[in-house]
């Protein structure tokens, strides 16, 4: 974990109600796709934890949905306004699980972390498929993104107006080697029922400090009590009870 002063260079729409903001600054604590920042906003008490989408020795980018009065906020911060951010939190995805053909499962805003992994994965000898799901069209973010970096991608909408109509759970295929996912708890349950590997899932809690001492987000395992701040985000299926 490193705390650091980082200014916003982009903070615009990708969607009616789906932001990304790029922030300029020290990225080094960013080991492994999979990991997220907390973000200290302006007159706000509680941090915001998000994945992180992107980053390079420079910059890194989140992506988030306006659904509160918070998140709108957020949504109203200006380029060139600096914030206070903890950066490398979390354990992350473990690529070296992956094997020859990883499966990339994402669900809404649940995609931006699998970005990062799609393009970690891209640097491998792997075939990766990713399956996008979102509610309808004008939900829809980074697919020409992922068709950059994947060998198959396949997107599902609930109303069908784009791509397959459906959930993304509807399209996992029989064969792959490991699977990564990340996206609304419900969405991850179905996963975990239709999945026939190990895999891993990375999941999304409010958090109070972000680094394990508050313990206000804990999930039970099959190993105990475990903190999605610090034994997460990202947890094996193996371990997961549903």
């Known amino acids: 974990m490193q705390e650091g002063i980082f200014t916003i260079a982009e903070n615009h729409a990708l969607t009616g109600s789906i932001m990304r903001m790029k922030l300029l600054g020290d990225t080094e604590a960013i080991q492994r796709p999979g990991q997220f920042v907390n973000i200290r906003l302006p007159d706000r008490y509680l941090r915001r934890p998000l994945s992180v989408c992107d980053v390079d020795s420079m910059s890194f980018s989140v992506i988030y949905k306006t659904v509160g009065e918070g998140t709108y906020y957020m949504s109203t911060l200006q380029k060139g306004l600096r914030l206070d951010i903890l950066t490398g939190l979390g354990n992350g995805f473990n690529l070296d699980r992956a094997g020859r053909n990883p499966l990339l499962i994402g669900g ?35 697919i020409k993104e992922f068709e950059q970096l994947c060998d198959h991608v396949i997107v599902t909408t609930e109303d069908g107006s784009l791509g397959r109509r459906g959930v993304v759970t509807d399209v996992i ?48 395992t099959l190993l105990g009590y475990k903190r999605i701040c610090r034994d997460g985000p990202v947890l094996e299926k193996g371990e997961l009870i549903w």
């Open 108 to 142: 809404g805003t649940g995609v931006a972390p699998l970005y990062y992994l799609a393009k970690a994965l891209h640097r491998r000898p792997a075939h990766v498929t990713a399956l996008l799901g979102f509610q309808n069209a004008d939900q829809a973010i980074l």
């Open 173 to 220: 295929p029989e064969e792959y080697s490991f699977f990564y996912t990340c996206g609304p708890e419900a969405m991850m349950e179905d996963v975990y029922g239709k999945t026939d590997t190990d895999g891993e899932f990375s999941f999304e809690a409010r958090m109070g400090c972000g680094f394990g001492v508050c313990m206000g987000c804990t999930k039970r």
